[in-house]
T-cell receptor, first 111, second 111 residues
Framework: GENVEQHPSTLSVQEGDSAVIKCTYS??????FPWYKQELGKGPQLIID?????GEKKDQRIAVTLNKTAKHFSLHITETQPEDSAVYFC??????????FGTGTKLQVIP | GAGVSQSPRYKVAKRGQDVALRCDPI?????LFWYQQALGQGPEFLTY????????KSGLPSDRFFAERPEGSVSTLKIQRTQQEDSAVYLC?????????FGPGTRLLVL
């Protein structure tokens, strides 16, 4: 089965700085890579996703890159704000809705 | 997240008690899935429905866990003879072929 590794487990940045979270996956057949933000007491919220036929995708302050050859993908958050503080999960999907999640990154944005 | 509701939000059960967790997905969303999230961990796949058909139940940890979606909309996850290790947040999600949305989860505590 698919295995997704995520680093770092915790990340502290100053407000306004950038944050980068990296993930690797094991199954080259995975073709969909969503990123979720989870706030305390809430379910994961989809923030951005990328498909295997695309190398990069950007949505305002959030961007995701995918390297299929190396089987890794990254989340980039620029101009971080305190409300970005949460746990972020990467995930990989083989295409039939069975999503494998990473272990999560707790991001703290310090005002 | 995006209209998926779950009930109850919190459930305390005595060991050995049966529990039933409900998921009410977004109208028209064919796919429905259940995940188990232990404290400080990423969600782990339990089972997946496409309409009323349970296409994948490989993640159910034991035969004490049972899920159904008889009319292709509301789904129930039932846990029989609960054990302490069943304590976790149970997340339900719904989606299209391309995107998945999660509900807020049911936090189950087995004493």
């Amino acid at each position: 089965g698919e295995n997704v590794e995520q680093h770092p487990s915790t990340l502290s940045v100053q407000e306004g700085d950038s944050a980068v979270i990296k993930c690797t996956y094991s199954d080259s057949a995975s073709n969909y890579f969503p990123w979720y933000k989870q706030e305390l007491g809430k379910g994961p919220q989809l923030i951005i996703d990328i498909r295997s036929n695309v190398g990069e995708k950007k949505d305002q302050r959030i961007a995701v890159t995918l390297n299929k050859t190396a089987k890794h993908f990254s989340l980039h958050i620029t101009e971080t704000q305190p409300e970005d503080s949460a746990v972020y999960f990467c995930a990989a999907d083989l295409g039939y809705q069975k999503v494998t999640f990473g272990t999560g990154t707790k991001l703290q944005v310090i005002p | 997240g995006a209209g998926v509701s779950q009930s109850p939000r919190y459930k305390v059960a005595k060991r050995g008690q049966d529990v039933a967790l409900r998921c009410d997905p977004i109208s028209g969303h064919v796919s429905l899935f259940w995940y188990q999230q232990a404290l400080g961990q990423g969600p782990e796949f339990l089972t997946y429905f496409q309409n009323e058909a349970q296409l994948d139940k490989s993640g159910l940890p034991s035969d004490r866990f049972f899920a159904e979606r008889p009319e292709g909309s509301v789904s129930t996850l039932k846990i029989q003879r609960t054990q302490q290790e069943d304590s976790a947040v149970y997340l339900c999600g719904a989606g299209t072929q391309e995107t998945q949305y999660f509900g807020p989860g049911t936090r189950l505590l087995v004493l």
